[in-house]
């Protein structure tokens, strides 16, 4: 298995609808994060979960709903998002340094590609 | 806070020639910095990194960054382009103490072989 996968890798959906991006880590790490990828956009960093805590929230819309439920797994669940909303969520996976130990770089899934109608 | 300057949107070279793919970063206090590339429909893959150990970091596919305090750069270089080469470059920093839990990015840097 490779070691971050997100799923699906493209989505379509209607303002009204619900869905959920999914993630799931097998590198044995224990920091998990959100990025939003738009067109002509530096990347921006919506989440981040250190040992399944919530420690970044980028002022992201509350339409936005991410959830840790293990060190293995992140989902971004999606409520009546608008058209600019439209882009490549990346989820990706590092060792938490905030003991002050490693670089912490990050390892990136493929994205999911979200349109919203 | 932390942030890295990626100059140049865009880059195009011809094949066999240099690549250089200039960022800047803001700190007061030497980062981790990192690069990474991303091919179309793809993620992100870490292409090198820098960590105090060492101020000239070799990465993969023949890439290598060069960390210059007195410049506060980390430019990545390398000797001869491949066609496989073409792709999104990222410049990307993480901070130290309480702002150790992000990973902030540059623009990005597309860059394009020339035949």
């Known amino acids: 298995e490779t070691g971050v996968t997100q799923t699906p890798r493209h989505l379509v959906m209607g303002m009204t609808n619900k869905k959920s991006l999914k993630c799931e880590q097998h590198?044995?790490?224990?920091?998990m994060y959100w990025y939003k990828q738009s067109a002509k956009k530096p990347l921006e960093l919506m989440f981040v979960y250190n040992f399944k805590e919530q420690t970044e929230n980028n002022s992201v819309p509350s339409r936005f709903s991410p959830e840790c439920p293990n060190s293995s797994h992140l989902f971004l669940h999606l409520h009546t998002l608008q058209p600019e909303d439209s882009a490549l969520y990346l989820c990706a996976s590092s060792q938490d340094i905030r003991g002050g130990s490693g670089s912490g770089e990050l390892f990136f899934g493929e994205g999911s590609r979200l349109t919203v109608l | 806070a932390q942030s890295v300057t990626q100059l140049g949107s865009h880059v195009s070279v011809s094949e066999g020639a240099l690549v250089l793919l200039r960022c800047n970063y803001s700190?007061?206090?030497?980062?981790?910095l990192f690069w990474y590339v991303q091919y179309p429909n793809q993620g992100l893959q870490l292409l090198l990194k820098y960590t105090s150990a060492a101020t000239l970091v070799k990465g993969i596919n023949g890439f290598e960054a060069e960390f210059k305090k007195s410049e506060t750069s980390f430019h990545l270089t390398k000797p001869s382009a491949h066609m496989s080469d073409a792709a999104e470059y990222f410049c990307a920093v993480r901070g130290l103490g309480s702002s150790a839990s992000k990973i902030i990015f540059g623009s990005g840097t597309r860059l394009s072989i020339r035949p």
């Open positions: 590198l044995g790490h224990n920091a």
């Open positions: 700190s007061s206090v030497p980062p981790y």
